[in-house]
T-cell receptor, first 115, second 114 residues
Framework: DAMVIQNPRYQVTQFGKPVTLSCSQT?????MYWYQQKSSQAPKLLFH???????NEADTPDNFQSRRPNTSFCFLDIRSPGLGDAAMYLC??????????????FGPGTRLLVL | AQKVTQAQTEISVVEKEDVTLDCVYE???????LFWYKQPPSGELVFLIR??????QNEISGRYSWNFQKSTSSFNFTITASQVVDSAVYFC???????????FGSGTQLTVLP
């Protein structure tokens, strides 16, 4: 089945130690998103790729970076995780064609714990 | 600016009861899209429905139904004969015009008791 896959499902890192979360998709969607969701809050968009074009949200900290080496994969890099970065990180994809935008489909998420 | 309001933070019902989750939105876009997502304890956001602003037809899918009313800027979600497996956080979301960002409501935690 076509889907959005996130690895790992749970990630424990140490304060200040770089960590990378990965997302892959078999939907062949051209747009990929990274959201941060803290406990009991709504998901918050960090950035997205429209094809190879990177679009950063204005309030996303510089500590968060992303890479998209090809259509299928997208990575979230946290350069120096702080305790406040502990959250669920959700990857989503959609197929956007011109002015028509389709639904965003989400992966299962990666829960990040910072010690 | 866009905004989605889910005034109900938590709802608790007994199995087999009907329950309606409210969603009110604000947007200046003439074309926009409304969504409902379900987030069970596992954390994955599961897509339930999408509604385009130019299509006010209500929809029923099994025990789920949605009532979209542009006149009141509401997109409410009803679960008929609720089941324990319906327990989850439900998010209403809005995507306006050419924007790719989803604006989420704060979510409603639904607990269905056996």
């Amino acid at each position: 089945d076509a889907m959005v896959i996130q690895n790992p499902r749970y990630q424990v890192t140490q304060f200040g130690k770089p960590v990378t979360l990965s997302c892959s998709q078999t939907l062949n969607h051209n747009v990929m998103y990274w959201y941060q969701q803290k406990s009991s809050q709504a998901p918050k968009l960090l950035f997205h790729y429209y094809d190879k074009d990177f679009n950063n949200e204005a309030d996303t900290p510089d500590n968060f970076q992303s890479r998209r080496p090809n259509t299928s994969f997208c990575f979230l890099d946290i350069r120096s995780p702080g305790l406040g970065d502990a959250a669920m990180y959700l990857c989503a994809t959609s197929r956007d064609q011109g002015s028509y935008q389709e639904t965003q489909y989400f992966g299962p998420g990666t829960r990040l714990l910072v010690l | 600016a866009q905004k989605v309001t889910q005034a109900q933070t938590e709802i608790s019902v007994v199995e087999k009861e009907d329950v309606t989750l409210d969603c009110v939105y604000e947007t200046r876009d003439t074309t926009y899209y409304l969504f409902w997502y379900k987030q069970p304890p596992s954390g994955e956001l599961v897509f339930l429905i999408r509604r385009n602003s130019f299509d006010e037809q209500n929809e029923i899918s099994g025990r789920y139904s949605w009532n979209f009313q542009k006149s009141t800027s509401s997109f409410n979600f009803t679960i008929t004969a609720s089941q324990v497996v319906d327990s989850a956080v439900y998010f209403c979301a809005l995507r306006g015009g050419s924007a790719r960002q989803l604006t989420f409501g704060s979510g409603t935690q639904l607990t269905v008791l056996p």
